[in-house]
């Protein structure tokens, strides 16, 4: 049922599919974001429109908001999403992170400070508990516990083509100590999660991979590679949070344990620069939220650079968003000054008209990555997209 392939490499880079029971999905490709199981904004005709090639859900917010039952019912997340392409569920690792360090932290997926471990500050306990066991979260004023069992169980119940390891993602602020203890403990819950797996069936055909930790720290990422790739995964996540900076060398280190004939998805990550850095080191498969969360604060992306299109000079803007778009929005000719226009008078709209255009950009993007790995000329490409560095 599932099937990856290399077809084409130039450097380190490579191209080719994942075959999955919702159809192949050609690599390297981004999963756009769907937190709640569908595109935010977007109706079911929308969701058409926007035809990404991938969608990952997630799995703490399914949970949380009590969605689990209602999705298994219906027969899973394709036939409650009507979506029936290739769906990923994260495992809600990064949770741990996000209402964790994160928050103490005062960080994301990329840090934008120096790293120092003098930053390392008290664990949250008042946000997330994590034990051996797993972890309790205090969410709107309720505890919600996911263990590695527990969250592969959701993951089935939810039906994924692709789905995750429960992890714990650490903080680049955090201690040498505090990220190598955090690293054992995920190599730990990523057997539970293969065991789970293999002995619980749920009816739906799925792809576990399991996910690397180890910080910035170059010995415990190529422990946890060299670990996570022993195991019998179907393929692998590279998780956690570092600096832009970092990104080369942590990526360089993540990778070194793991087999060139498994698909590597790089989580949280899609900024433009980010995903050519990425593509040139192996990486496959990404996810990210910023194609659907900058159209929602009105930011358009051209191959010349992004557009804010709430500024004074798209007033009397008639252009397409960018010439030769074949997104829905650009084919009905709806201008600048129109998208504007809307974002000024009927704000959603504006929005998901943002979101389709920036969703196709991303697709299209892709495949010109997938087309410069063949015709091996993808420094070039990247030259193409200077603005986004």
Same mark, same amino acid.
């Given at each position: 049922?599932f099937?990856?392939?290399?077809?084409?490499?130039? =450097?380190?880079?490579?191209?080719g599919?994942? %075959?999955?029971?919702?159809?192949?999905?050609?690599?390297?490709n981004?999963?756009?974001?769907?937190?709640?199981?569908k595109?935010?904004? /977007?109706?079911?005709?929308?969701?058409? &429109?926007?035809?990404p090639?991938?969608?990952?859900? %997630?799995?703490?917010?399914?949970?949380v908001n009590? =969605? $689990? =039952?209602?999705?298994?019912?219906?027969?899973?997340? #394709?036939q409650?999403?009507?979506?029936?392409?290739?769906?990923?569920t994260?495992?809600?690792?990064?949770q741990?992170?996000s209402?964790?360090?994160?928050k103490?932290?005062?960080?994301?997926k990329?840090?934008k400070r120096? $790293?120092?471990?003098?930053?390392?500050?008290? $664990?949250?306990?008042?946000?997330v508990?994590?034990?051996?066991?797993g972890v309790?979260?205090?969410?709107?004023?309720?505890?919600?516990?996911?263990t590695?069992?527990?969250?592969?169980?959701?993951?089935?119940d939810?039906?994924?083509?692709?789905i995750?390891?429960f992890d714990e993602c650490?903080?680049?602020?955090?201690?040498?100590?505090?990220? =190598?203890k955090?690293m054992e403990r995920? #190599? &730990?819950?990523?057997?539970r999660?293969?065991? @789970?797996?293999h002995?619980? !069936? #749920?009816?739906? !055909?799925q792809?576990?991979?399991?996910i690397?930790?180890g910080?910035i @720290?170059?010995?415990l990422?190529k422990?946890?590679s060299?670990?996570?790739?022993?195991?019998?995964? %179907?393929?692998?996540g590279?998780?956690?949070?570092?600096g832009?900076?970092?990104?080369?060398?942590v990526?360089n280190?993540?990778?070194?344990?793991?087999?060139?004939?498994?698909?590597?998805h790089?989580?949280?990550?899609?900024?433009?620069?980010?995903?050519?850095?990425?593509v040139?080191q192996?990486?496959?498969?990404?996810?990210?939220? $910023?194609?659907?969360?900058?159209?929602?604060?009105?930011?358009?992306?051209?191959k010349?650079?992004? /557009?804010?299109?709430?500024?004074?000079?798209?007033?009397?803007?008639?252009?397409?968003?960018?010439k030769?778009?074949?997104?829905?929005?650009?084919?009905q000719?709806?201008?600048?000054?129109?998208?504007?226009h809307?974002?000024?008078?009927?704000?959603?709209?504006?929005?998901?008209?943002?979101?389709?255009?920036?969703?196709?950009?991303?697709?299209?993007?892709?495949?010109?990555? &997938?087309e410069?790995?063949?015709?091996?000329?993808?420094?070039?490409?990247?030259?193409?997209?200077?603005n986004?560095?």
């Amino acid at each position: 049922m599932f099937e990856f392939k290399i077809k084409n490499s130039y =450097k380190k880079a490579r191209s080719g599919f994942f %075959n999955t029971p919702h159809g192949k999905l050609e690599t390297p490709n981004l999963a756009i974001v769907a937190t709640h199981g569908k595109i935010k904004l /977007l109706n079911k005709t929308e969701h058409l &429109r926007a035809n990404p090639d991938l969608i990952i859900a %997630n799995t703490f917010h399914l949970f949380v908001n009590n =969605k $689990v =039952k209602e999705i298994k019912g219906s027969g899973g997340l #394709h036939q409650w999403s009507s979506f029936q392409k290739p769906i990923m569920t994260d495992s809600g690792g990064f949770q741990v992170f996000s209402l964790g360090w994160g928050k103490i932290h005062g960080i994301g997926k990329f840090l934008k400070r120096q $790293v120092s471990d003098k930053r390392n500050f008290s $664990v949250p306990e008042k946000l997330v508990k994590i034990s051996e066991d797993g972890v309790i979260f205090d969410f709107n004023g309720k505890n919600f516990e996911l263990t590695p069992e527990k969250s592969i169980k959701i993951q089935k119940d939810l039906g994924a083509d692709i789905i995750f390891t429960f992890d714990e993602c650490t903080s680049p602020f955090n201690s040498y100590a505090y990220t =190598k203890k955090a690293m054992e403990r995920t #190599h &730990r819950w990523a057997i539970r999660c293969l065991n @789970f797996f293999h002995s619980h !069936s #749920h009816g739906h !055909s799925q792809s576990l991979f399991g996910i690397v930790q180890g910080g910035i @720290f170059e010995d415990l990422r190529k422990k946890s590679s060299k670990f996570i790739g022993s195991l019998a995964f %179907n393929g692998f996540g590279i998780g956690g949070s570092f600096g832009e900076k970092q990104m080369r060398k942590v990526l360089n280190w993540s990778l070194s344990g793991l087999a060139e004939d498994k698909p590597r998805h790089l989580l949280g990550i899609g900024k433009i620069k980010d995903i050519f850095i990425a593509v040139k080191q192996g990486i496959d498969l990404f996810d990210c939220v $910023v194609p659907t969360r900058e159209a929602r604060h009105a930011v358009l992306y051209t191959k010349a650079g992004k /557009l804010n299109i709430e500024k004074e000079i798209f007033v009397k803007d008639k252009k397409m968003i960018e010439k030769n778009c074949q997104c829905w929005v650009c084919r009905q000719e709806i201008s600048r000054q129109e998208i504007r226009h809307y974002f000024k008078t009927e704000r959603i709209y504006g929005q998901r008209l943002a979101t389709l255009h920036n969703i196709y950009f991303f697709k299209n993007l892709f495949r010109e990555i &997938r087309e410069a790995i063949i015709d091996k000329r993808l420094e070039k490409l990247e030259e193409e997209y200077y603005n986004y560095r």
